[in-house]
Structure formats: C-alpha cells, structure tokens
C-alpha cells in the first residue's frame, strides 16, 4: 500500500483554495448560477430551481471536471496526493460523513441566498461562499480532507483508483 501524506489541520493550499473558489464563482457564476457542487445543485434540485435533467447533466459534468482536475494536479505534484482515508473504521467514516454533510448544508445554505434570494444582487456572494468553505476547512478539513463537495471527493478516489491504491472508504 502506498503512503499518503499527512493531514494537517489547515494549509496554506486550503486558503488558496478558498480564494480560488471565490474567483471561479464571480467569474462563471452568471454562466450555469455557480454549479461546481453536486450538493449545491442538488439544493437547487430541492428548491425547484434547477429540473432533474440539468441535475444530472451538471453532475456529471462536475464529476468528470474533478477527475480532470486531479489527473492535472498529479501531473504537477506526482502521485502522492491526499486523498479522503477512513482506514476503514466505522466511528472515523461516520464522523467524516456527519462533518462533511453539515458544512456542505451551510454551504449550499449560503450558495441559495445569495444566488435566489432577494439580496442575491449584492457584491458580497463570492466572499461569503470563500468564507464559508475556509471556516469549513478549519473547523474539519484536517479531519476529512475538507472536500465539501462529492465531485470533488469522488474525483480524487476515482484517480487514487486508478493509479494502483482502490481503498474503498466503506
């Protein structure tokens, strides 16, 4: 089995992250609302403002952009990337499910009042979606890899799969 990095309570890639995030919401959010999350489109789903087709039209647009986006990260850092790990251990699967449903919730919370409510005009969106995921990545992204976002996570195990290290987390 291949060794993985350490996890650390926050680094510096979790706030650059977060401004990035906040850069790809002002700059493409106008063109599919700031679909980068199944979850948040799911929320959309719920609230009636997105139909099923589109649903699963942005999904899996959003599952095959992440596992771009880590086949292009290993490309730059090699093979050796973190990825979610459990060790199998249902108390740590339960936590890491728990934690990351509550600030996936606060997230796309966040994401469905400023992009439908009445104050969705204001210029703080993109600002308050980036604080969102920071406050998320320090509060449990040293726990459970921080990827508030099931396209995102599911990329990075579909790639860790592929080269060599399938550890299912369940």
Request: aromatic share 12%.
């Amino acid at each position: 089995m291949k060794r993985r990095p350490p996890k650390s309570t926050l680094s510096s890639s979790s706030a650059a992250s977060d401004v990035y995030k906040r850069q790809m919401v002002f700059t493409f959010g106008y063109i599919s609302g700031g679909h980068f999350n199944p979850a948040i489109t799911f929320a959309t789903v719920v609230t009636k403002h997105t139909d099923i087709p589109k649903f699963v039209k942005y999904t899996i647009a959003q599952v095959v952009a992440a596992i771009f986006a880590t086949l292009y990260g290993t490309a730059i850092v090699g093979l050796d990337f973190p990825a979610p790990d459990t060790n199998n251990d249902i108390v740590k699967i339960w936590q890491a499910i728990c934690a990351e449903l509550v600030y996936s919730f606060a997230l796309a919370t966040i994401v469905l009042h400023v992009a439908y409510s009445r104050q969705r005009h204001n210029n703080f969106y993109g600002f308050a979606i980036g604080m969102c995921v920071l406050a998320a990545a320090f509060a449990v992204g040293g726990f459970t890899g921080g990827a508030f976002n099931p396209a995102v996570a599911t990329g990075i195990q579909l790639v860790r799969c592929m080269t060599g290290d399938c550890t299912p987390l369940i």
